[in-house]
């Protein structure tokens, strides 16, 4: 690579970044601060850490890489120090042929390039990223890696009784290497967007997975030494009985991560190889989503908008765990919340604070149950209940009664489609003329991965194969599907984010009448198809169509 002498300051001038006496007046700064030049334009507000590097990159030839969408290879950032990156804002973030290619804020600097070049014996290929992305990078991929090996050498002298380096969790700081291991670990998972964070000790180690979009993606194998250092610093953060190993139990931590505050719930299960934890992250700042965001079709969104604005009966959301069921109730609490109704929630646990709204956690452990609860808000005076799910015979008798008496209740519920739910209430006790007096309607729903909309690909599909997966023969005539190929922006997933699949039933009188009669769901759903209703699969073949999703994943979440 040939290097240039030429100083940042005198470029961004010559390119008109920023004016002669903005950057005396940054030198200045310097001189009485200390620090980078970059840094200190940008916390003069004299420019962004992007309009640097874009610049440098643009005038001098470089490449601009933006590492929050590009796939760092661990083995490249490895070759580097942590504290070598972080003074020298650097990291390797891969190989051409055996070139090491070097994000740098500051490609111009040569020293750093030749001192990389030096410790790791590959010759550097410099690429220009923004600070802030390196510094994220380098906690990421260099600081874990230096983390993780520091902790296998420790348990090297304790293989045999791991016991002791539990007790150093109990007694050390943040800088007992599997309490950074563990800090670590969740930083990385929120970066992620993992919903979860699951460690699970097996015969020759601990696994450590995310779930991300729905989906389990294995990041880690620890040596099984560590378990035990693992799940007590995690029990510690939790607030968990670290002594008790023989039962369940639930914690929670909350901490700020990036300035975010982070709400985390814990959950140990014991199993032969010790307890299984699985971390669950909640947003503390989540943003509700509003029913126009939830990605409804017309249809669905005016079926429930004209169901909750009934002034009392039932409205209930199924679908399996991680369907997406609590934000679709948060939605429509968010469009019924104004200051002349009373909302009462109650919940398992609250997962996030909505304002305007009393919310009620449950808490087994002094008796306060769905059903205990739901008898105490009843006595509140409230105009609209929401209660988190549906799970035993007691609170579907409350729940489904309550709507009968001039409220409006919404719930979850556990079936695999709409017209299910009759069936699921009558099996937990309700009579059959209670839940179809107070019913108004019921959702069905599921969540798809959504299509990285940089990579998707046209899928080369026969007309046979369209028909079979549900379109009409006019339609596969037609319809161009997609698929998941993989780029850095999704982590070559060929996936990112997801995108909601719903079925929509209303109840009137006729599916009423046919209910009490005695039919079968699959009568019900006969009859609710020919009066208009959208099916799962229908709508899941829509979002197909429309280039959201894949026939792949559609035949994983829908049946």
């Known amino acids: 690579m040939a290097y240039t002498r030429e100083r940042l300051g005198e470029l961004l001038v010559t390119a008109g970044v920023v004016t002669r006496e903005d950057m005396d007046a940054a030198l200045d700064e310097q001189r009485r601060s200390g620090g980078k030049l970059g840094a200190v334009l940008v916390s003069l507000g004299m420019t962004t850490e992007e309009h640097i590097a874009d610049t440098l990159a643009t005038q001098k030839g470089y490449e601009y890489v933006d590492l929050s969408a590009h796939r760092v290879d661990r083995s490249a950032a490895s070759l580097l120090p942590a504290r070598v990156a972080l003074m020298r804002q650097v990291i390797p973030i891969g190989f051409r042929d055996d070139d090491l290619v070097l994000a740098m804020a500051d490609p111009l600097d040569i020293e750093t390039a030749d001192e990389v070049e030096v410790r790791t014996g590959h010759r550097v290929v410099p690429v220009v990223t923004p600070p802030s992305q390196i510094r994220h ?144 992250i909640l947003n503390a700042d989540f943003s509700f989503l509003s029913l126009t965001d939830l990605g409804m079709n017309d249809i669905h969104l005016g079926a429930v908008r004209d169901t909750i604005a009934r002034p009392y009966g039932a409205l209930l959301i199924s679908g399996p765990t991680g369907s997406g069921k609590s934000t679709t109730l948060y939605a429509a609490l968010q469009e019924l919340n104004d200051p002349h109704r009373k909302i009462i929630t109650i919940e398992d646990p609250v997962e996030y604070q909505m304002a305007g709204v009393t919310q009620i956690a449950v808490n087994p452990r002094i008796g306060l149950t769905f059903a205990t609860g739901l008898r105490t808000v009843l006595r509140s005076d409230p105009d609209i209940i929401m209660v988190g799910e549906i799970r035993d015979p007691e609170t579907a008798e409350i729940a489904i009664r309550s709507a009968l008496t001039g409220h409006l209740v919404l719930s979850s519920i556990h079936t695999n489609d709409a017209p299910s739910a009759f069936t699921r209430l009558v099996d937990m006790g309700v009579p059959p003329y209670v839940v179809g007096s107070s019913l108004l309607g019921v959702v069905a729903q599921r969540l798809a991965r959504r299509l990285c909309p940089e990579c998707k690909t046209a899928a080369e599909m026969t007309t046979a194969e369209l028909v079979a997966a549900g379109f009409t023969p006019e339609e596969a005539q037609e319809v161009t599907v997609y698929a998941p190929d993989g780029c850095d922006r999704c982590a070559h997933s060929g996936y990112r984010g997801r995108v909601g699949l719903f079925e929509i039933m209303p109840v009137d009188e006729d599916i009423v009448r046919l209910f009490m009669s005695g039919a079968s769901a699959d009568r019900i759903r006969e009859l609710a198809i020919e009066k208009g209703m959208v099916t799962l699969r229908r709508d899941a073949l829509d979002k197909v169509a429309a280039g959201h999703t894949s026939l792949a994943e559609v035949a994983r979440v829908v049946m």
């Open 137 to 280: 990078a380098i906690e990421k991929y260099v600081s874990a890696a230096d983390t993780f090996q520091e902790v296998v050498d420790a348990m090297e002298d304790v293989d045999d009784e791991p016991q002791e380096y539990e007790e150093q969790v109990l007694v050390g700081g943040e800088d007992v290497p599997i309490v950074r291991l563990v800090n670590q670990l969740i930083r990385e998972a929120v970066v992620e967007r993992a919903s979860d964070i699951h460690i699970e000790p097996g015969l020759h180690g601990v696994r450590i997975r995310y779930r991300i979009d729905g989906v389990l993606h294995e990041v880690m194998s620890l040596p099984m030494a560590a378990r035990a250092g693992v799940t007590s610093r995690v029990k510690i953060m939790a607030e968990m009985d670290i002594a008790e190993r023989r039962r369940p139990q639930d914690g929670k931590i909350a901490l700020k991560i990036e300035d975010r505050p982070i709400d985390l719930r814990v959950a140990s299960v014991p199993t032969p190889f010790g307890e299984s934890l699985v971390i669950r």
